[in-house]
């Protein structure tokens, strides 16, 4: 008998910051998803709009300012296990570097390997499952 424990479902905030023809990605070190490549970003703090998540975590992630912010989609995206299961809204920003200058920093090292700007029809294997999906389903965050 397989038992399952639910929680409530979370909202998480990840952007796609854009470099030219390249997105900035980091290897996780998580139990959910380790060693996958991620999208910077993390969980919406109460009464937070997306832009002040996306931009706080950003910060807290890479020590990078981001600029012209933009909605580009959300995912529902259930992750099921025998013993625990995990429900995740993600929201799905657009940025740009506030100071082209900058360079990223890996300031989390307990939850990421480091990062890295890879291009978009490029991307390193293997992917965190959300940005999988969506990368399968034609998602691209590079202006048309």
């Given at each position: 008998?397989?038992?399952?424990?639910?929680?409530?479902?979370?909202?998480?905030?990840?952007?796609?910051?854009?470099?030219?023809?390249r997105?900035?990605?980091?290897?996780?070190?998580?139990?959910?998803?380790?060693?996958?490549?991620?999208l910077?970003?993390?969980?919406?703090?109460?009464g937070?709009?997306?832009?002040?998540?996306?931009?706080?975590?950003?910060?807290?992630?890479?020590?990078?300012?981001?600029d012209?912010?933009?909605?580009?989609?959300?995912?529902?995206?259930?992750?099921?296990?025998?013993?625990?299961?995990?429900?995740?809204?993600?929201?799905?920003?657009?940025?740009?570097?506030?100071?082209?200058?900058?360079?990223?920093?890996?300031?989390?090292?307990?939850?990421?390997?480091?990062?890295g700007?890879?291009?978009?029809?490029?991307?390193?294997?293997?992917?965190?499952?959300?940005?999988?999906?969506?990368?399968?389903?034609g998602?691209n965050?590079?202006?048309?």
């Amino acid at each position: 008998m397989v038992i399952v424990e639910a929680a409530a479902p979370k909202v998480v905030v990840v952007v796609c910051l854009l470099r030219g023809n390249r997105v900035l990605l980091g290897r996780r070190r998580s139990s959910l998803g380790d060693s996958k490549f991620s999208l910077p970003g993390g969980h919406l703090e109460f009464g937070e709009s997306f832009e002040e998540c996306a931009t706080r975590e950003m910060k807290e992630e890479t020590g990078l300012d981001i600029d012209n912010l933009e909605f580009l989609t959300v995912t529902n995206n259930l992750f099921i296990d025998e013993t625990k299961s995990h429900h995740y809204v993600v929201i799905c920003m657009r940025a740009v570097l506030a100071d082209h200058h900058q360079q990223p920093q890996n300031i989390e090292p307990d939850f990421c390997d480091g990062w890295g700007w890879y291009e978009w029809d490029n991307l390193p294997k293997p992917l965190f499952s959300p940005l999988e999906k969506a990368v399968r389903a034609g998602f691209n965050p590079f202006p048309v």
